[in-house]
């Protein structure tokens, strides 16, 4: 009698190990995040000056991976109408992941041979959101406080 | 014990050598996992530049993050004005709605 096999294939097996190698690579991607060399550029030669950018950057990840693995066993009954008899079993997985990289410009390092020095970098488009943010709160609240009794 | 939530790394990358100076620069790095997932949140940011000279003395230039002052400092000014016009044209509590 046929024997009905379904097990799991190599390329089922390939495929998770893939994506959890995926995972992995990019897990050690997002801690090299926390280095020193991520918010410090490389040096760039200007005459006898070396100058080098600095960042502040904010990374976000998440991921998430699963996977399953299930066998039973198929045994002829008389009464069944089905001839078939054997084993199957079954393999899945998947993962999936997001994450975003936020960065913006701190300061710029000077550096000759006479000294160093730090020029900050102030982002006016940042500084400009929050001014208008705060006289958002204050006018909003002036409004509240002098207008008159809402009329029904 | 257990896993920890944040973890604050500080650490000093590749010196840079100009004339007779010597420059490490300083990072500072908080990481938050989360723990039912793989991934989590890192945060890194310069601090300071330690200038080593000819003689071996050494002195830290802090790195001001002068966007993040300015943004908390006009934050802080909004709330306050906030609460001050709250303050000032609060009308007085209606007594006689108060009897009632």
């Known amino acids: 009698m046929e024997k009905i096999v379904k097990g799991p294939g190599n390329a089922d097996f390939v495929n998770l190990h893939q994506t959890l190698d995926d995972i992995n690579s990019t897990m050690e ?5 926390a280095s020193v060399d991520k918010v410090f550029g490389k040096p760039v030669d200007v005459g006898e000056m070396k100058i080098i950018p600095t960042s502040e950057n904010l990374v976000i990840m998440g991921f998430g991976a699963g996977g399953g693995y299930g066998s039973a066993d198929f045994e002829k009954e008389e009464k069944d109408s089905d001839p078939g008899e054997g084993t199957g079993e079954g393999v899945g997985g998947g993962g999936g992941g997001g994450g975003r990289i936020l960065s913006r410009p701190v300061a710029i390092v000077i550096a000759s041979p006479e000294g160093v ?4 970098v102030a982002d ?3 500084v400009i959101m929050a001014a208008i943010t705060a006289a958002g709160f204050v006018a909003g609240m002036f409004l509240r406080m002098t207008r008159g009794p809402k009329s029904i | 014990m257990g896993k920890k939530f944040i973890i604050q790394q500080t650490s000093a990358g590749e010196p840079v050598g100009i004339g007779n ?4 620069p300083v990072a500072r790095s908080y990481r938050i996992d989360v723990p039912a997932a793989r ?5 890194n940011h310069p601090t300071a530049v330690i200038v080593e000279g ?3 003395t050494r002195q830290a230039l802090a790195i001001v993050d002068q966007t993040r002052r300015l943004q908390i400092v ?3 000014a909004g709330i306050v004005g906030t609460l001050l016009t709250w303050i000032i044209y609060r009308k007085p509590r209606n007594p006689a709605k108060k009897e009632q």
């Open chain 2, 54 to 56: 000819p003689d071996g």
């Open chain 2, 21 to 24: 100076l010597t420059l490490y």
């Open chain 2, 39 to 43: 991934g989590g949140l890192i945060w």
């Open chain 1, 29 to 33: 991607s997002f801690l090299e995040a």
């Open chain 1, 124 to 126: 006016r488009t940042k």
């Open chain 2, 74 to 76: 006009i934050l802080i």
């Open chain 1, 117 to 120: 020095r730090v020029e900050p």
